[in-house]
């Protein structure tokens, strides 16, 4: 139980492209869902946190022109990343709770932007 | 607000030796406490969680932790690692007031299982 899939699971684009990256829970309803941005060798930043029907709530810093959170229905959450640049680049993770206390993570998102 | 401190960068250790990875945290309300594994590549997998009751908290792989409130603790342990061990690994914690149960990450430890 408690499977989270992520899609892509890598991807590669061009400078000023847009990218959307889908988080799904398999086996049950998410509540909440949480996107994360994770550099080499370093912890997971919480970038935003999002419920279904409702605006997402962005960290302080993180862009949210940028970073567009969508949380369609209790199983699907999508980041878009716009304009995309070389910076962008990381591995984004996102993670899915039914009850507020026990967090799921999908196996990540790999994106290189050229 | 919470934060966490993962002890050590790096530990290594050889195969079938016992490992302790050490981790602590602050927080001014009672908290929720997880240690989650990550492979290269992939996401984060759950170990293991503390939420209330019983401070000896058993996992997944032979891992356990210990809750210690006075200090402020929750070091993961296994008595005899594997090479398949190897990975990063993350305390986190959340406040049990927190709404969507937010997690405040640790720094991670790099566990490098030697033969």
């Known amino acids: 139980g408690a499977v989270v899939s992520q899609h892509p699971s890598r991807v590669i684009c061009k400078s000023g492209t847009s990218v959307k990256i889908e988080c799904r829970s398999l086996?049950?309803?998410?509540?909440?869902m949480f996107w994360y941005r994770q550099f080499p060798k370093q912890s997971l930043m919480l970038m935003a946190t999002?419920?279904?029907?409702?605006?997402?709530?962005?960290e302080q810093g993180v862009e949210k022109d940028k970073f567009l959170i969508n949380h369609a229905s209790l199983t699907l959450s999508t980041l878009t990343v716009t304009s995309a640049h070389p910076e962008d680049s990381s591995f984004y993770i996102c993670?899915?709770?039914?009850?507020?206390?026990?967090?799921?993570f999908g196996p990540g998102t790999r994106l290189t932007v050229l | 607000a919470q934060s966490v401190t993962q002890l050590d960068s790096q530990v290594p250790v050889f195969e079938e030796a016992p490992v302790e990875l050490r981790c602590n945290y602050s927080?001014?309300?009672?908290?929720?406490l997880f240690w989650y594994v990550q492979y290269p590549n992939q996401g984060l997998q759950l170990l293991l969680k503390?939420?209330?009751?019983?401070?000896l908290v058993k996992g997944i792989n032979g891992f356990e932790a210990e809750f210690n409130k006075s200090q402020t603790s929750f070091h993961l342990r296994k008595p005899s690692v594997h090479i398949s061990d190897t990975a990063e690994y993350f305390c986190?914690?959340?406040?049990?007031?927190?709404?969507?149960?937010?997690?405040?990450f640790g720094q991670g430890t790099e566990l490098s299982v030697k033969p």
């Open positions: 999002s419920n279904e029907g409702s605006k997402a709530t962005y």
């Open positions: 993670s899915a709770t039914e009850t507020a206390d026990t967090q799921y």
């Open positions: 503390y939420l209330s009751g019983s401070t």
């Open positions: 986190a914690v959340s406040g049990i007031y927190n709404q969507g149960g937010k997690l405040i």
């Open positions: 927080s001014s309300v009672s908290v929720y």
């Open positions: 086996d049950f309803q998410a509540t909440t």
